[in-house]
């Protein structure tokens, strides 16, 4: 990108908080040229230790610090100003929420991301309806995750002349890497050599449904006795997971880590440990880029066949689609890709060969630039 063409991105939702849009831009960036595009983000702990380990200039902020509502337009000053300090001369808004308008206020250029949620909830509030149309009016182009998110876009503004559909990249060379120690750290998990491991790695929220694989555990191992469910992850869900582990008498069968470090080096030893991995949503994702991830590891993927997922995962040839309120239809997916050995090797293969031929970062990150040029 030329010297005229900087960029500043505008994102709550960046490192060193854990998470799918954080890791998105920390992946994303790191394809730019590092003095063409500097952040506006929300202070949290721990960000001045990271901030010193990026090239790119980093702002932070109280994104609602504002003393009257809406409480983000104090943000508008902020970012006329770094700006000019950065002579850039595009936004890019991280996500969608109503503070994108200060795009229009600025009479800036300006560019919207859109992950999932952001975009999935705007229907019910017809403030962000009211909000959005604008948005999408004025800005350069709304870029998503899936073609799934195109078409809610579609439904609110009744055509996607300004979306983009980008696929999120993989990093499936360093997730491919071999792990430091991995027999000791399968060891420490309580996981023998012989032991199937289920899979979900994520925050443990409600609507995750971590629970319905919780609750279909006791059936699977009636018919694989050998079977270890790890559940990767923290939140606010977790103590009442371990209660209804230990109600079920799971005790040593299913295993929960706790946090894990959110990069590729920490995942890669969970993927390349598992021999499904299972997303079953109880609400509709953009994409789901664990998915992904999973499958370039040669992990085959039972996911909800709501929303992006399908997008994610191909049916029958990456994985399977089940119905995130069908426990007998998922335990039935999960058992298949257990027991037979020549059905998981087609989808293993298949997962990773799409991964590398679809979702490289390098390539994703080249379609972006282009998008923002």
């Known amino acids: 990108m030329s010297s005229n063409n900087k960029k500043l991105l505008v994102t709550y939702f960046f490192p060193p908080q854990i998470g799918g849009i954080e890791n998105y ?11 063409e595009v500097s ?7 721990g960000d001045k230790e990271f901030d010193l380990t990026q090239s790119y200039h980093i702002y932070r902020t109280e994104f609602f610090g504002g003393k009257l ?57 017809f403030w962000q309806k009211f909000i959005f149309k604008r948005v999408y009016r004025d800005c350069q182009a709304i870029v998503t995750n899936s073609n799934y998110l195109a078409q809610e876009i579609a439904k609110l503004t009744g055509n996607t002349d300004k979306v983009k559909v980008v696929y999120p990249g993989v990093n499936w060379q360093q997730l491919n890497q071999p ?7 399968r060891d420490a998990l309580g996981i023998g050599s012989n032991d199937l ?33 790890i ?23 299913v295993i929960f880590t706790g946090m894990i470090k959110n990069n590729d080096e920490a995942k890669a030893f969970y993927y390349q440990l598992a021999h499904v991995y299972v997303g079953v949503s109880a609400i509709a994702e953009g994409l789901g880029v664990s998915y992904l991830e999973a499958s370039a590891c040669r992990t085959p993927v039972v996911a909800s066949k709501q929303g992006g997922s399908a997008e994610a995962v191909l049916d029958g040839e990456t994985g399977i689609l089940a119905d995130p ?7 039935k997916a999960i058992y298949r890709l257990l027991s037979d050995k020549d059905m998981w090797e087609k989808m293993a293969t298949a997962g990773q060969e799409r991964v590398k031929r679809e979702f490289d970062w390098a390539i994703q990150a080249e379609k972006i630039k282009e998008i923002l040029k």
């Open 25 to 35: 831009y920390l992946n994303l960036l790191s394809h730019f040229d590092q003095s």
């Open 39 to 45: 952040v506006l983000c929300q202070q949290q702990p």
């Open 69 to 125: 509502p809406p409480r983000w337009l104090k943000l508008q000053p902020e970012i006329k100003e770094i700006m000019a300090t950065e002579k850039a001369s595009n936004l890019i808004f991280g996500h969608f929420h109503p503070l994108n308008v200060i795009g229009s206020r600025l009479k800036a250029p300006y560019y919207v991301f859109g992950h999932g949620t952001d975009i999935r909830k705007i229907k019910d509030n």
């Open 179 to 185: 792990v430091d120690d991995f027999e000791a750290q």
């Open 197 to 229: 491991v289920i899979l979900s790695m994520g925050r443990l929220v409600k609507d995750k449904n971590y629970e319905t694989i919780i609750r279909i555990m006791p059936a699977l191992l009636n018919l694989l006795p050998n079977i270890k469910y």
């Open 231 to 253: 559940i990767a992850g923290d939140g606010p869900e977790l103590e009442n997971l371990k209660a209804l582990a230990d109600q079920a008498d799971l005790e040593n069968k």
């Open 325 to 331: 309120k069908d426990q007998e239809g998922i335990a």
